[in-house]
Nanobody, 119 residues
Framework: QAQLVQSGGGLVQSGGSLRLSCAAS????????IRWYRQAPGLEREWVGG????????NYASAVKGRFTISRDDSENTVYLQMDSLKPEDTAVYYC????????????WGQGTQVTVSP
C-alpha cells in the first residue's frame, strides 16, 4: 500500500529545534513535488513550504522563512522538515504531501504529526 509515514514530532521549548521526517512506502518520491502544511487548533490548514522534484529549489511561507529548511533524500525515499528557532505559534499538526509532477491526481498525504512549542 502506497503511503507517506511521518515521524519526529513532539514537545520542545521556544527556541528549540525539531526535525520531521516524511518517508514514502510503496512508491518512490522521485518525480514528486513535496509540500509541508500545518494546522493549528481552530485554524485552517496553511502551507509551510515545498521542495521541487529535483531537490534543487525550495520555497517557504514568510512565517517560517529563515527558520525552517526542507530537504529530500531520494536514496532514503524521505523528505525532511528541519525546524529551528521554534516559537509557540509554530504549534500545530504538520502534514507532508507528495504530488506527482506529471499526474497531479497522483497525490499522497502523511498522517500528520503534532509539534508543540512551549513558551
Amino acid at each position: 500500500q502506497a503511503q507517506l509515514v511521518q515521524s519526529g514530532g513532539g514537545l520542545v521549548q521556544s527556541g528549540g529545534s525539531l526535525r520531521l521526517s516524511c518517508a514514502a512506502s510503496g512508491f518512490t518520491l522521485e518525480m514528486y513535488l513535496i509540500r509541508w502544511y500545518r494546522q493549528a487548533p481552530g485554524l485552517e490548514r496553511e502551507w509551510v513550504g515545498g521542495i521541487n522534484s529535483e531537490g534543487t529549489a525550495t520555497n517557504y511561507a514568510s512565517a517560517v522563512k529563515g527558520r525552517f529548511t526542507i530537504s529530500r533524500d531520494d536514496s532514503e525515499n524521505t523528505v525532511y522538515l528541519q525546524m529551528d528557532s521554534l516559537k509557540p505559534e509554530d504549534t500545530a499538526v504538520y502534514y507532508c504531501d507528495a504530488r506527482h509532477i506529471l499526474q497531479p491526481s497522483d497525490e499522497y498525504w502523511g498522517q500528520g504529526t503534532q509539534v508543540t512549542v512551549s513558551p
